[in-house]
């Protein structure tokens, strides 16, 4: 999803499964790899994301949980203007890549990282989600 912040547009990754009985999910976003950002835990290029134009990095500070319930009512909304739109999803290989580093990141708040490795299990980030 790429909602649009601070006037620019953002690619949001979703590293959870929602959970059943509220919708939530983890997600971190994307952002151009300027010189003053701090945490390069985990670097992204062109061809990494159809969305990534250069260099990006994955933003682990900013990790949130957010309800998909209310995510998906945005996309589908034809209201304007448009909030969160829909992107393609990450390859597998890339999930893998930023579920590893937010465990990795010494910018992911402690709460969001139990969150993950509660929901990811022994599995951590190794696996993508059962259907990709």
Same mark, same amino acid.
């Given at each position: 999803?790429?909602?649009?912040?601070?006037?620019?547009?953002?690619?949001?990754?979703?590293?959870?499964?929602?959970?059943?009985?509220?919708?939530?999910?983890?997600?971190?976003?994307?952002?151009?790899?300027?010189?003053?950002?701090? =945490?390069?835990?985990?670097?992204?290029?062109?061809? =990494?994301?159809?969305?990534?134009?250069?260099? !990006?990095?994955?933003?682990?500070?900013?990790?949130?949980? @957010?309800?998909?319930?209310?995510?998906? #009512?945005?996309?589908?909304?034809?209201?304007?203007?448009?909030?969160?739109? *829909?992107?393609?999803?990450?390859?597998?290989?890339?999930?893998?890549?930023?579920?590893?580093?937010? @465990? #990795? !990141?010494?910018?992911?708040?402690?709460?969001? #990282?139990?969150?993950? !490795?509660?929901?990811?299990? !022994?599995?951590? *980030? *190794?696996?993508?989600?059962?259907?990709?």
């Amino acid at each position: 999803m790429a909602p649009e912040r601070y006037g620019r547009k953002h690619l949001w990754i979703v590293l959870t499964e929602p959970l059943p009985d509220t919708g939530e999910a983890v997600c971190v976003s994307v952002g151009t790899l300027y010189e003053w950002v701090e =945490d390069r835990t985990t670097i992204l290029d062109i061809g =990494d994301h159809p969305f990534i134009k250069g260099p !990006s990095a994955v933003f682990y500070g900013d990790a949130r949980v @957010l309800n998909l319930n209310k995510v998906e #009512k945005e996309i589908a909304s034809d209201q304007l203007p448009r909030l969160c739109v *829909a992107k393609p999803p990450c390859s597998p290989d890339l999930l893998i890549r930023v579920r590893s580093g937010l @465990l #990795k !990141s010494k910018y992911t708040r402690n709460k969001i #990282k139990k969150m993950c !490795s509660a929901l990811w299990g !022994s599995m951590a *980030a *190794a696996a993508p989600f059962p259907d990709a």
